[in-house]
T-cell receptor, first 113, second 118 residues
């Protein structure tokens, strides 16, 4: 079962920053937050992940609150190609050295011209 | 880096036939590979997790005799849908996690295989 809550959909104007929120109030101290996106009819694309510090890479920034109960994915300058379903996932330990990602419904981000 | 290739991209076959899907990590070694299934307008559902050289671990409700998984090397896993029927029609997606000392390595996904059973 997904351990995160995301809005069903969001809109963003092209060229503006897209801020996608995620609540994960039951997250435990050693669990990472991962963000993926899925463009229609493709496999999910890894974006970024973090534990407690803010993270930035060439795709996005991840801001995690100090209590770690929520996070925000920021796409600094959204383009039309960023239209996709964005998934915020708390990885679940599944035994041994294994972890698994459980996908919820995600947020459909629509970037408008 | 971290490219996962899946083949074929789509397949159409008759009911009762078996279909094999390949998943390869092209530029890294993957100790763990995952198989997901996605029905239209739904999210991805994990079917099974496989570690190289070990038997796959199936999620509850997934028939292991129907969905045969082989992970014979650090760069290749295969999913065989045996005696496929129309209800098995779906989008199958594989994923691989890089072999690493660090347990937080992300999974990387293939582009999926669209399976249609007539």
């Amino acid at each position: 079962d997904a351990k995160t809550t995301q809005p069903t959909s969001m809109d963003c104007a092209e060229g503006r920053a897209a801020n996608l929120p995620c609540n994960h109030s039951t997250i435990s101290g050693n669990e990472y937050v991962y963000w993926y996106r899925q463009i229609h009819s493709q496999g999910p694309q890894y974006i970024i992940h973090g534990l407690k510090n803010n993270e930035t890479n060439e795709m996005a920034s991840l801001i995690i609150t100090e209590d770690r109960k929520s996070s925000t994915l920021i796409l600094p300058h959204a383009t039309l190609r960023d239209t996709a379903v964005y998934y915020c996932i708390v990885r679940v330990y599944s035994g041994g050295s294994n972890y698994k990602l459980t996908f919820g419904k995600g947020t459909l981000l629509t970037v408008n011209p | 880096g971290a490219v996962v290739s899946q083949h074929p991209s789509w397949v159409i076959c008759k009911s009762g036939t078996s279909v094999k899907i390949e998943c390869r990590s092209l530029d890294f070694q993957a100790t763990t590979m995952f198989w997901y299934r996605q029905f239209p307008k739904q999210s991805l559902m994990l079917m099974a997790t496989s570690n190289e050289g070990s038997k796959a671990t199936y999620e509850q409700g997934v028939e292991k005799d129907k969905f045969l998984i082989n992970h014979a090397s650090l760069t290749l896993s295969t999913l065989t849908v045996t005696s496929a029927h129309p209800e098995d029609s779906s989008f199958y997606i594989c994923s691989a996690r890089k072999r690493s000392f660090y347990s937080n390595q992300p999974q990387h996904f293939g582009d999926g295989t669209r399976l249609s059973i007539l």
